[in-house]
C-alpha cells in the first residue's frame, strides 16, 4: 500500500487538489493502484487560527508518505514569505527534492499566445535546480529601516549540487532520445551522431562565479554525453527566444531562480498556469517527492470554482511515474489530451466558461470511456 500525503493549502489549491484527486481514484481502480490518502491540513488558515507553520511531528508524518500532493500555499492576509518558505521550501529542502522538473508541452487543441507555433514547436523540458541559489535563505539585513540599509541575499552553489542536477538533465535528454530525435538540431550535429539538446540557462556574464561553477560542470558532465548537444543561453536572451522560436528548445537546465521565472513563462507558451505542472523530486527515493502544479494559490480567482484542475491532474500524472505506474500516467495525459482536443468544457483561462469540477469531471469520464 502506497502512502500519499495530500496537502491542498490555499486560494486555489484544494478546488484544484479535489479534482486531482478525483482522478486519481479512478485510475487507481483501472490499473490496480493501491494507495491510502492522508491529508495535511497546512497554510494560511491554520496558521492564523494557531500560529502554526508546520511543526516537527507533522514533518515527520509527512517523511512517512511515498509521494505527496500539493495544492498551493500563499494568503493574502500572511506576510509573503511565511508560508512559501515554512511550508514548501522546508520540504522541498528537507526532503532533498533536489530536481523541480517542470514539462513544457502544448496539447493539440490548446491555444498558445505565441504566433504561428504549434504542438510540434513547444515541447520542452525544464530541469530546476531545487536546493541551492538565493533560496537557501542565507543573507540578512544590516541597519535595517535607516537610510544606510542594506540586504543581502546570498546565491550559494556547490559543485555537488550544481553536478546532480546537470547530470540528471543529460540523462532526460537520452530519455527523450527514445520518442525520436530533436528537430532543433542542425544537419552537421546529427551527422556527429548527436540525438538530443540540452541547453544552460544562466548568466555567465554577470554571475562570474557562480555561473562559472555551472559553466564547468555542464560541459565536464556534458562530456560524457557525445550523443547530447551542449547549448548556452544568458537567461534574458532565453526569455526572447522561448516566446520567438521555442522550438530550439529541448531540456533546459538551470537555477532555482531561473528556473521559478521561465516556467511561469514556460506555462504561458503552453496555454497558461492552469496547465503546467511539475515535480520535485528526491531522485535517490531517500524522502518523498512532491507534485505539484506550478501556479500558486490565485487568490484572484479563489472561491469561485473556476480555476483549471488540468495542473494539479497532470501532477498527480507526474506523481504516478515517479510511483512507477507509467501505465496510470500515460492513461491519465491520453485522457487530458482528449478533452482539450475537443470542443468540450474549458474554464475561463482557456476562453471557455466551465467550472473546476465541470472540467475534471470531463476527465473523469474520458477515462471511463
Ligand atoms: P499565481 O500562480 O497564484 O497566479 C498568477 C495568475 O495565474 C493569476 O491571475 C491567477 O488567477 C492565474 N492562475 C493561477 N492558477 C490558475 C489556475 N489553476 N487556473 C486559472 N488561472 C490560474 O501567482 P501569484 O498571484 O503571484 O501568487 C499568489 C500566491 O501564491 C502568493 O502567495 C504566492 O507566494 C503563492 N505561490 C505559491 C506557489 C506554490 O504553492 N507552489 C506557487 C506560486 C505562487
Ligand atoms: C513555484 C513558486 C515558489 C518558488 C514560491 C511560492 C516559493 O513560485 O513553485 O514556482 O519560487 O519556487
Ligand atoms: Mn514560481
Not at 514539462?103 to 499566445?113: A, F, K, N, S
Not at 526572447?240 to 531562480?257: C, G, K, L
Not at 501505465?327 to 466551465?354: F, S, W, Y
Request: proline share 6%.
Amino acid at each position: 500500500m502506497v502512502k500519499i500525503g495530500v496537502i491542498p493549502g490555499d486560494g486555489v489549491g484544494p478546488e484544484v487538489t479535489a479534482q486531482g484527486l478525483a482522478v486519481l481514484e479512478l485510475v487507481g481502480g483501472l490499473d490496480g493502484f493501491r494507495y491510502e490518502l492522508e491529508e495535511f491540513d497546512l497554510g494560511g488558515e491554520r496558521y492564523m487560527a494557531t500560529g502554526e507553520v508546520l511543526t516537527d511531528a507533522t514533518l515527520a508524518r509527512l517523511r512517512s508518505c511515498r509521494a505527496i500532493l500539493l495544492g498551493a500555499v500563499g494568503h493574502p492576509g500572511v506576510p509573503p514569505g511565511v508560508l512559501e518558505k515554512g511550508i514548501l521550501l522546508k520540504l522541498r529542502f528537507d526532503f532533498q527534492q533536489y530536481i523541480n522538473l517542470r514539462p513544457v508541452h502544448l496539447y493539440p487543441g490548446v491555444q498558445t499566445p505565441i504566433r504561428d507555433k504549434g504542438p510540434d514547436d513547444i515541447d520542452m523540458l525544464v530541469v530546476r535546480e531545487n536546493n541551492e541559489d538565493l533560496y537557501v535563505g542565507v543573507g540578512g539585513f544590516t541597519r535595517k529601516g535607516t537610510p544606510e540599509e542594506v540586504a543581502l541575499q546570498t546565491s550559494v552553489n556547490t559543485r555537488a549540487g550544481v553536478e546532480r542536477c546537470v547530470r540528471y538533465a543529460f540523462e532526460q535528454a537520452r530519455k527523450r532520445a527514445g520518442a525520436g530525435p530533436f528537430r532543433g538540431l542542425s544537419k552537421a550535429d546529427r551527422d556527429a551522431g548527436m540525438t538530443r539538446q540540452v541547453t544552460l540557462v544562466a548568466k555567465t556574464n554577470v554571475l562570474t562565479f557562480a555561473h562559472d561553477l555551472w559553466m564547468r560542470t555542464f560541459e565536464e558532465v556534458g562530456r560524457e554525453y557525445p550523443d547530447i548537444k551542449r547549448d548556452y543561453q544568458h537567461v534574458d536572451a532565453c526569455c526572447m527566444r522561448m516566446v520567438v522560436s521555442p522550438e530550439r528548445f529541448d531540456v533546459i537546465v538551470t537555477t532555482n531562480m531561473f528556473g521559478d521565472i521561465i516556467t511561469d513563462l514556460g506555462a504561458v507558451l503552453q496555454g497558461g498556469m492552469g496547465l503546467a505542472a511539475s515535480g520535485n523530486l528526491n531522485p535517490e527515493g531517500t524522502a518523498p517527492s512532491m507534485f505539484e502544479p506550478v501556479h500558486g494559490s490565485a487568490p484572484d480567482i479563489a472561491g469561485k470554482g473556476i480555476a483549471n484542475p488540468l495542473a494539479s491532474v497532470l501532477s498527480v500524472a507526474m506523481m504516478l511515474d515517479h510511483l512507477d505506474v507509467p501505465a496510470a500516467a500515460a492513461r491519465i495525459r491520453r485522457a487530458v489530451a482528449q478533452v482539450l482536443a475537443e470542443p468540450g468544457p474549458r474554464t475561463p483561462d482557456l476562453g471557455g466558461k466551465a467550472t473546476t469540477a465541470e472540467v475534471g469531471r470531463a476527465v473523469v469520464e474520458a477515462l471511463r470511456a
